[in-house]
């Protein structure tokens, strides 16, 4: 097995910023976020979990699709500029909810900006080696990882196990000689979740519980803020204003971040509204990550992160929803 030494994790960053936008988790207060890197020794590879994930460096919050002129020569402007970008430090959780945008945005009819960044990035996780008080990803089954990364890293105490996932990442790690032939690192497994959820025929499940008195006892406490939406790995909804001149002869469409469970999602010409009340609004997106989504793609659509939790100010836990369903 290949493996690099952490004495030598800042010269392979500096080495990576020659050719890469690079993004890794650095410390901010209290907690932890992705962000560009300036100085290689801001980079913390040992930690919990970040605020955010990485969703937004493929999926910006905000971005303009397109943008036209209507003048002497008809000007059209949407394709996405991209730049070589490598992230570092992200958890099996993360990568796996990437494979999740994957699936939403590269299926059926590929979306040009998200295909773009995806084609123009370098993913470097690094494994967890504990649990933080929020997450269940060993119920889901994203603690660990077979596909999706360049390159792996299993924290061995003063080295780390380099687990090669493409041609990309095998080309990268013979260009730079900091790494080393050593013994095969065995990868961590999770032990000690406070959370934990049974997955077995739960799409099912959910469906069929449907009118369940419990939708109502955790919709009544909502507050539609959306906080669980935006913190979300995998929540891919958008939606698109177009901004114009007063003589519509030039203009812009930009799309940005939406979410199920705020009051305007679903409303409709007219003052329609489809899911007018936050139980319903909740009972979506819950239904969506754990039975809408597997049933079209196979995958569940949630990783398992906890972030959800973490922020809702009403403490509503999403395995408390199922493992009360469940019964």
């Given at each position: 097995?290949?493996?690099?030494?952490?004495?030598?994790?800042?010269?392979?960053?500096?080495?990576?910023?020659?050719?890469?936008?690079?993004?890794?988790?650095?410390?901010?207060?209290?907690?932890?976020?992705?962000?560009?890197?300036?100085?290689?020794?801001?980079?913390?590879?040992?930690?919990?979990?970040?605020?955010?994930?990485?969703?937004?460096?493929?999926?910006?919050?905000k971005e303009v699709i397109l943008e036209y002129d209507l003048g002497e020569t008809i000007q059209l402007k949407s394709t996405p500029e991209v730049e070589e970008i490598c992230l570092i430090g992200l958890h099996p959780c993360d990568i796996h909810a990437l494979l999740r945008f994957d699936e939403a945005y590269l299926t059926f009819k590929p979306d040009p900006f998200y295909e773009a960044r995806r084609k123009n990035s370098l993913i470097?996780?690094?494994?967890?080696?504990?649990?933080?008080?929020?997450?269940?990803?060993?119920?889901?089954?994203?603690?660990?990882?077979?596909?999706?990364?360049?390159?792996?890293?299993?924290?061995?105490?003063?080295?780390y196990g380099v687990e090669i996932g493409s041609k990309e990442g095998e080309e990268l790690v013979n260009s730079i000689n900091l790494f080393k032939d050593e013994e095969e690192i065995k990868k961590p497994r999770l032990k000690g979740f406070v959370r934990e959820v049974d997955t077995d025929k739960l799409p099912e499940i959910m469906m069929k519980e449907y009118d369940n008195k419990i939708w109502n006892y955790f919709g009544e406490r909502c507050l539609g803020c959306g906080k669980c939406?935006?913190?979300?790995?995998?929540?891919?909804?958008?939606?698109?204003?177009?901004?114009?001149?007063?003589?519509?002869?030039?203009?812009?469409?930009?799309?940005?971040?939406?979410?199920?469970?705020?009051?305007?999602?679903?409303?409709?010409?007219?003052?329609?509204?489809?899911?007018?009340?936050?139980?319903?609004?909740?009972?979506?997106?819950?239904?969506?990550?754990?039975?809408?989504?597997?049933?079209?793609?196979?995958?569940?659509g949630c990783t398992g992160c906890g972030r959800c939790i973490n922020v809702c100010p009403s403490d509503i836990d999403c395995t408390r929803i199922i493992n009360m369903i469940r019964g």
């Open positions: 097995m290949r493996v690099l030494y952490k004495k030598e994790l800042f010269s392979f960053i500096e080495r990576l910023k020659e050719s890469y936008r690079v993004v890794a988790p650095v410390k901010k207060d209290a907690e932890y976020v992705f962000d560009d890197i300036e100085d290689a020794e801001d980079v913390i590879l040992e930690y919990p979990t970040t605020i955010l994930s990485a969703k937004e460096f493929f999926f910006p919050q470097i996780g690094v494994y967890c080696t504990k649990p933080n008080e929020f997450c269940f990803c060993g119920s889901m089954g994203t603690d660990t990882i077979k596909e999706g990364y360049d390159l792996m890293l299993i924290d061995d105490g003063e080295k939406v935006f913190i979300c790995p995998t929540c891919y909804c958008y939606n698109v204003v177009e901004d114009t001149d007063i003589e519509f002869n030039s203009g812009k469409r930009e799309r940005f971040w939406d979410g199920c469970v705020l009051t305007d999602f679903a409303a409709v010409a007219g003052g329609g509204n489809f899911r007018a009340d936050r139980t319903s609004r909740l009972k979506q997106r819950i239904l969506h990550k754990f039975s809408y989504y597997p049933e079209r793609y196979g995958n569940f």
